[in-house]
């Protein structure tokens, strides 16, 4: 018997056979999935904070009883006053908060991810054994909840504006540094037009156009010559700053009646829905520029993650030279997003000169573009993430001047400093990873 040898064909997978076996040959599963282990970041962190509020809230509390008012006098039915002993209600809390900081570590030892409500319910109950601890510290231990709140979204207008902004900007892969200067513009436009035209909405939809264009120079700077967008950010705030300090002075103060007294837009108060306790003054007895915050969170929304419009921008924003091979305009999608960005901060700096009060003074925002771009980092570059986290800035912008009236030991600047100290936690991972869009900063030309 003979046999006969052929040579392996090139390109062909090679077989052997061993008696009546055949070993087949390898097949190429594809890339292997490796996935991030678990970090202690989270469980660590939650354990330390845990800790701080069993040792401050709880073991070194104050023990006064704690008055929270719900309703007001003017609410459609009333409520009872919630009262929590301040130190048993921190010791409570603190062992809660511990209870879920070992179970994050339970699941850390398990390499499994602890689940998105754990770290969430953990900071709701570190603010409230914290809201505690400041109330039943204070020399007159009462306070209402119900105003707290309200205060805190009417102060949050300007910053939720402005985050959106930011949102609309950074989702199309601009850096929207010129919030400020988008914010501060919008409140002396709004000032001087309603001024002149004696009509307040006149000045709002003017405050837009003033936004609009300063978004327009970020635009066309950033976009169409490719300069580096925090720089050009940063120049706007300054170059707006300075023109309205000018104006103001040369300007509005040599005749304030001509010039810088626009009046106020109305207060627009729902019947029966307004008298609804806590909620009723936040969603239903607020001015034009509340309402419209609330439409605008709604509109970028629904907008960014339920339409092709969206779909289009959020693929700019990660990858414009796929969107480009799709037939998209990236640089003309970025222009217009910017711009109508810009009118969205615009409308919110209208809030300080025709609700917040009647008239323009200089540096009238505040830094408040600056804060409101936290927001958008702390928000996750969602709009409904950023609302909330605009809230939670303008509840600790509140509870700052609120905490100086009822008499607490807690320094006012602790209370300032408290948001940011949040958004670094945030920033570092304690809600999740934080991820700008892969194209934020980074012009596209095209070749």
């Known amino acids: ?30 890339p292997v999935v490796t996935f991030k282990p678990v970090t202690w970041k989270l469980p660590v962190t939650l354990l330390a904070l845990g800790v701080v509020a069993l040792i401050f809230f709880g073991l070194l509390g104050p023990h006064q009883t704690a008055k929270f008012g719900i309703s007001s006098s ?25 209870a879920l900081a070992g179970y994050a570590l339970f699941l850390k030892t398990r390499n499994q991810r602890p689940p998105r409500w754990l770290p969430v319910t953990f900071m709701v109950l570190f603010v409230a054994a914290f809201l505690i601890w400041v109330v039943g510290g204070a020399r007159t ?26 949102v609309l900007c950074e989702r199309v892969g601009v850096v929207n540094i010129a919030i400020e200067g988008q914010l501060l513009g919008g409140a002396f436009t709004a000032a001087i037009v309603a001024t002149l035209t004696h009509n307040p909405f006149v000045g709002l939809l003017a405050a837009a156009v003033a936004g609009a264009a300063v978004s327009m120079v970020l635009a066309l700077f950033s976009i169409k010559y490719v300069v580096n967008q925090i720089i ?30 626009p009046g106020r837009l109305p207060i627009i108060d729902i019947p029966v829905l307004s008298s609804i306790p806590v909620l009723g003054p936040i969603l239903f007895k607020q001015s034009v520029v509340g309402y419209l915050m ?17 779909l289009r921008v959020r693929a700019v924003g990660e990858h414009p030279q796929a969107a480009d091979t799709m037939g998209i305009k990236v640089n003309a999608t970025r222009f217009w997003n910017v711009t109508l960005g810009g009118a969205i901060a615009g409308i919110g700096g209208s809030f300080f ?5 009647d008239s323009f003074t200089k540096e009238i925002s505040g830094g408040r573009g600056f804060i409101a771009l936290a927001a958008l980092i702390f928000g996750r570059w969602n709009p409904i993430g950023a609302f909330f986290a605009a809230l939670l800035f303008g509840f600790a912008d509140n509870l700052q001047s609120i905490v100086t009236i ?42």
């Open 232 to 261: 050009v950010g940063v120049v706007l705030n300054v170059l707006v700053s300075g023109v309205t300090g000018f104006l103001f002075s040369t300007v509005m103060q040599a005749d304030k009646e001509m010039f810088n007294a």
């Open 141 to 166: 231990p009462s306070i209402s909840l119900a105003g707290l709140i309200a205060g805190s979204v009417t102060l949050a207008v300007p910053l939720v504006f402005g985050s959106l902004s930011g």
């Open 353 to 357: 000169t025709l609700v917040a009060i």
């Open 1 to 30: 018997m003979s046999t006969t040898a052929t040579s392996p064909q090139p390109g062909k997978p090679q077989s052997q056979e061993t008696g009546s076996e055949r070993t087949r040959p390898a097949v190429d599963a594809g």
């Open 294 to 310: 609330y439409a605008a969170v709604l509109l970028v929304w629904v907008g960014l993650f339920k339409t092709k419009w969206g």
């Open 406 to 447: 009822i008499g607490t030991p807690v320094p006012s600047q602790f209370m300032a400093m408290l948001p940011y100290l949040v958004t670094v936690l945030a920033v570092a991972g304690l809600v999740g990873r934080s991820r700008p869009p892969a194209a934020s900063g980074i012009p596209y030309v095209k070749g």
């Open 74 to 98: 003017g609410d459609f039915f009333q409520l009872p006053a919630i009262e929590v002993p301040a130190f048993v209600g921190g010791i409570v809390l603190s062992v809660i908060m511990l």
